[in-house]
């Protein structure tokens, strides 16, 4: 069993810095791209970064400048630090990740949601 454990969000004053993990835990062959997805109340998911196996990173234009993703495979772990924070930033916020099963069959995995509510 592959599990995701997501941490860091919660309430931010606009302006202010969060940075959100996903631990990735279980049986698996390798960790491919990691990534961050947020949903608002009543709007579609959205991609707002990942990380590729080799460091090359995507952005959304939304978060591009102000947010940094980067990941440690020794622990498994992806990393989201987002700067400069604004109410539209307020969502559930998603860790995916595409790995390869012990099998080396290629899936895709999500986190729980982690609530990230930016306000004053």
């Known amino acids: 069993q592959v599990q995701l454990v997501e941490s860091g969000g919660g309430l931010v004053q606009p302006g202010g810095s969060l940075r959100l993990s996903c631990a990735v835990s279980?049986?698996?062959?390798?960790?491919?791209?990691m990534g961050w997805y947020r949903q608002a109340p009543g709007r579609q998911r959205e991609l707002v970064a990942d990380?590729?196996?080799?460091?090359?990173?995507n952005y959304a234009d939304s978060v591009k400048g102000r947010s940094t993703i980067s990941r440690d495979n020794t622990k498994n772990t992806v990393y989201m630090q987002v700067n400069k924070l604004k109410p539209e930033d307020t969502a559930v916020y998603y860790c995916?990740?595409?790995?390869?099963?012990?099998?080396?069959?290629?899936?895709?995995?999500w986190g729980q949601g982690t609530q990230v509510t930016v306000s004053s």
């Open positions: 995916k990740v595409n790995l390869w099963t012990l099998q080396w069959t290629d899936r895709d995995y």
């Open positions: 990380i590729t196996l080799g460091d090359r990173t």
């Open positions: 279980g049986s698996f062959s390798q960790i491919g791209t």
